[in-house]
């Protein structure tokens, strides 16, 4: 006489998988700390406000996953109206030339042809995040205060912010291995200006420091 019941076939109404005991790793539940904490910023060009009123703080983080989880949730830069940025900037430096963190230094500048918003604009902003928040440039990444997108009709642009526009070795550092990492054509120079001659440019170009 059989004394097991018998066994439902796939299917079957009311058939039900046996219980498997699942074991949650430890590292599910610990998130994965930044070297430093991160400000996001948005700003809308609204010319019924002053440009401190249309700058708006998105979120702070400072791991890995609370940075993705913000990524993920926002729409892209090539999604963007004209006249609109995204500032990334170490938490406590705000996105203006004025801060003290930013009054003394300048940025690597990377401009886009209006093809490129749909080719290159997303990719190049998603790597300019990750190198900040990976402090990819080894101890040049101390010099470093943020990155902007600005997104324009006639060409947006992408620039990374460092605190002084003296200190030669680690903008060299940083501006080599930028344009490494998005893969700029070797022949193609990017340029690095000072926040004090953009600032106070007369024309509509500003001069290089220096350039890679």
């Known amino acids: ?6 066994r439902k076939t796939e299917g079957e109404e009311g058939a039900t998988e046996a219980p498997v005991a699942v074991v949650a790793s430890p590292e599910q539940y610990v ?8 400000a996001l910023w948005y700003f809308k060009n609204d010319k019924s406000k002053s440009w401190s009123e249309n ?5 702070k983080f400072d791991t890995v996953e609370d940075f993705w989880a913000l990524y993920n949730h926002i729409q892209q830069p090539s ?3 004209f006249g609109c940025d995204y500032c990334l900037f170490k938490d406590g430096i705000k996105p203006m030339w004025e801060d ?3 009054k003394l230094g300048g940025r690597w500048l990377i401009t886009l042809s209006k093809q490129q918003r749909h ?4 990719r190049y902003w998603m790597e300019t995040l990750l190198c900040l928040i990976g402090e990819s440039f080894d101890d040049a990444s101390e010099d470093i205060c943020g990155a902007v997108v ?16 003296q200190n030669r070795e680690a903008i060299m550092t940083i501006g080599q291995q930028y344009k490494e990492r998005l893969n700029v054509p070797v022949k193609s120079l990017i340029g690095y200006q000072s926040h ?8 509509s170009t500003t001069k290089n420091m220096y350039t890679v």
């Open 1 to 6: 006489m059989a004394t097991s019941e018998p």
């Open 196 to 203: 004090d001659d953009t600032s106070s440019k007369s024309g």
């Open 79 to 81: 999604k963007l109206g």
């Open 150 to 165: 600005n997104v324009r009709p006639k060409g947006d642009k992408i620039a990374i912010w460092t605190v002084n526009c």
């Open 100 to 102: 003290d963190r930013n």
């Open 119 to 122: 080719n290159d604009l997303d």
């Open 31 to 38: 998130k994965h700390p930044l070297q430093n904490r991160w």
């Open 55 to 59: 700058l708006r703080l998105i979120a």
